[in-house]
């Protein structure tokens, strides 16, 4: 299978899919009747100046294999890192293992995505500080949103895997639908460095991503991550890591170990 797409979403249709919780959090505000009047003041911004900005987004679903630890998607190779610590009696985790195994010879599939919103949602209020950060944490949700979007319009059309999925906007929060969508810099896949991978595989320069040297996204309200179909899959923490097991990723990655380190140092247990 092979699928290629850019997309561009009004701002509007993307307003019921984001989730306010992290919105708030952000504003480190608790109370309900504080975030009542956050949220609406929100919504008349996002009214008033929302028209005049977009969200856009890459997608790329294809033939995938696990190889060890390494994804290969599309003939490339996407390392990852296992988890070295887990609860008795549960296995140590790697996304990998959500995906068939090259040696079966029986290809899999993939989903590679990245979601932004125009740089200039924020850029335009450079003269309010207030106003910028509201736009900024605006953003930060509908880049969030979108990938929510396009996640929800792979699972039951352009991929297809879940076409009977009905879920309402709460559901979909509670990330009751079948399969995961692992974001670059969370903690299943924390290596930043990755962006790099998926930048040669989606070209984000399309949809105005640049990368820095450590791999950091700029806008800053850009998402980029995997989508993966295994019904059994599930979010976890890598968690702390051992200079060994850094050094295999730098060897599997194709990097050296002072680049790896450069990436993964928060990781490397004490």
């Keep these: ?9 009004d701002i509007a249709s993307l307003v019921p899919y984001i989730n306010w919780i992290y919105f708030f959090h952000a504003w480190q505000v608790k109370g309900p009747t504080e975030q009542q009047r956050l949220q609406q003041e929100a919504m008349t911004l996002l009214q008033r100046e929302g028209g005049n900005y977009h969200t856009h987004a890459l997608l790329m679903i294809a033939d995938a294999n ?3 630890d390494n994804l290969v998607i599309h003939g490339t190779t996407l390392p990852l890192l296992r988890q070295q610590h887990h609860e008795t009696g549960s296995p140590c985790l790697c996304l990998a293992d959500y995906v068939r195994p090259i040696e079966k010879g029986i290809p899999d599939t993939v989903g590679v995505f990245a979601t932004t919103t125009d740089a200039a949602m924020v850029h335009d209020y450079h003269d309010d500080d207030y106003l910028q950060m509201m736009m900024q944490l605006l953003a930060d949700r509908l880049a969030e949103a979108t990938a929510e979007r396009l996640h929800q319009m792979v699972r039951t059309d352009l991929w297809g895997y879940a076409p009977n999925e009905s879920l309402s906007i709460s559901e979909l929060h509670q990330e009751k639908f079948q399969g995961i969508r692992p974001a670059v810099g969370y903690p299943s896949m924390p290596d930043t460095g990755v962006n790099f991978i998926i930048n040669k595989l989606l070209g984000l320069e399309e949809i105005g991503i640049r990368l820095t040297e450590n791999g950091a996204m700029m806008p800053h309200a850009s998402v980029t991550g995997l989508m993966i179909a295994h019904p059994k899959a599930r979010y976890f923490s ?4 051992t200079e060994e097991q850094m050094a295999d990723y730098a060897r ?13 140092q928060p990781l490397l247990a004490n």
Excluded: H, P, Q, V
């Design 1 to 9: 299978m092979y699928l290629k797409r850019k997309f561009t979403f």
């Design 238 to 241: 890598i968690g702390n890591i």
């Design 252 to 264: 599997r990655g194709g990097i050296t170990t002072e680049e790896a380190r450069k990436f993964l």
């Design 66 to 68: 696990s190889d060890g």
